[in-house]
């Protein structure tokens, strides 16, 4: 562990130097920039990316509408991934969200946050994918069945939440290792998915004759439009996910400012 001024408990403006002087504690910094990459990557390329696509295309009702809210749920996390990089480079601390909203608005909206995040949005996401990955773990010793076993489901969803848990509690390092072996198999699945799809198009095997008539019988409710929009920004849910451990990440002025263009107040 290493030392450091501790943060008192009204951070004020950022940029102020603390003045309490109290000893405090850090995180080991053990996250270099490529393994930051991996972990967003490897947050973001999630169970929602192999779901989605069909509740994309069910509530737009058509191929090409479906493309442009990818392209537009894309470009709004890009939006929003750059505009955390800057929060992060301005305040290199860890929480997210918490840390930002405390500097900004207080104790009191930072912690009805936090107790939101904590004890309703995360766990049901965590929730969510345990699921997702324990039905397509379990799909090839069922094969044929059109539903499986909700208590072996639940079970191994739960197992993988507990294995995670203890890798996690056991070495940072070790959740590091394990996160790009994870996000290597995702991208080389998606590699595989697009790549496959490009070559029976090239081959001429594709039904090309859909592309005219790309558009049509797309919605027009805004409710639809809307569970669209959710689908697709679900999938690329997770762009946020290297702010929380900010103070783990090794030289964060370099990787944050350097890359983001912002500048550190600290």
Same mark, same amino acid.
């Given at each position: 562990?290493e030392? =450091?001024k501790?943060?008192s408990? +009204?951070l004020?403006?950022?940029?102020q130097?603390l003045s309490?002087g109290a000893?405090g504690?850090?995180? =080991?910094r053990?996250i270099?920039?490529?393994n930051a990459?991996s972990?967003?990557? %490897? @947050?973001? &390329?999630?169970?929602g ?8 295309l069910?509530y737009m009702g058509? /191929?090409g509408a479906?493309?442009? #809210?990818?392209?537009l ?6 939006? %929003?991934a750059l505009?955390?990089?800057?929060l +992060?480079a301005?305040v ?9 909203? !405390?500097?900004t ?6 912690f009805l ?7 309703v949005? =995360?766990?049901?996401?965590?929730a969510?994918?345990? !699921? ?10 069922y094969? %044929?069945? /059109?539903s ?15 294995l995670?848990?203890?890798v996690?509690f056991?070495s940072? =390092?070790?959740a590091?290792?394990?996160?790009? #072996?994870?996000?290597?198999a995702?991208?080389?699945s998606l590699l595989i &998915?697009?790549?496959?799809g ?6 001429? *095997? ?8 790309a558009? *049509?019988?797309?919605?027009q409710q805004?409710g639809?439009?809307?569970?669209a929009?959710?689908? %697709? ?5 997770g ?6 451990m900010m103070?783990?990440l090794?030289?964060p002025? #370099?990787?944050? @400012?350097?890359h983001s263009?912002?500048? +550190?107040?600290?």
């Amino acid at each position: 562990m290493e030392s =450091r001024k501790g943060r008192s408990g +009204s951070l004020g403006v950022a940029g102020q130097e603390l003045s309490s002087g109290a000893p405090g504690l850090m995180l =080991r910094r053990e996250i270099g920039l490529w393994n930051a990459v991996s972990l967003i990557a %490897g @947050c973001m &390329i999630g169970s929602g990316i192999f779901m989605s696509p069909q509740g994309v295309l069910v509530y737009m009702g058509s /191929p090409g509408a479906s493309l442009v #809210v990818w392209v537009l749920c894309g470009l709004l996390a890009m939006l %929003g991934a750059l505009c955390y990089a800057e929060l +992060s480079a301005l305040v290199p601390e860890s929480g997210g969200e918490y840390a930002y909203i !405390l500097r900004t608005f207080g104790s009191l909206p930072a912690f009805l946050v936090i107790y939101i995040f904590t004890l309703v949005g =995360r766990p049901a996401t965590i929730a969510a994918i345990s !699921l997702s990955f324990a039905e397509y773990a379990l799909a090839p010793f069922y094969p %044929g069945c /059109p539903s499986l076993p909700q208590s072996v489901v639940k079970s191994v969803a739960a197992s993988c939440i507990l294995l995670l848990m203890l890798v996690n509690f056991w070495s940072s =390092r070790l959740a590091t290792m394990l996160m790009n #072996v994870c996000t290597v198999a995702k991208v080389f699945s998606l590699l595989i &998915i697009v790549v496959g799809g490009a070559v029976v198009l090239v081959q001429g *095997h594709g039904r090309t004759e859909f592309l005219l008539s790309a558009f *049509h019988n797309t919605t027009q409710q805004a409710g639809r439009i809307g569970m669209a929009f959710y689908q %697709g920004l679900w999938s690329f849910d997770g762009w946020n996910s290297i702010n929380y451990m900010m103070e783990e990440l090794k030289n964060p002025k #370099v990787s944050l @400012c350097c890359h983001s263009g912002g500048k +550190s107040l600290n």
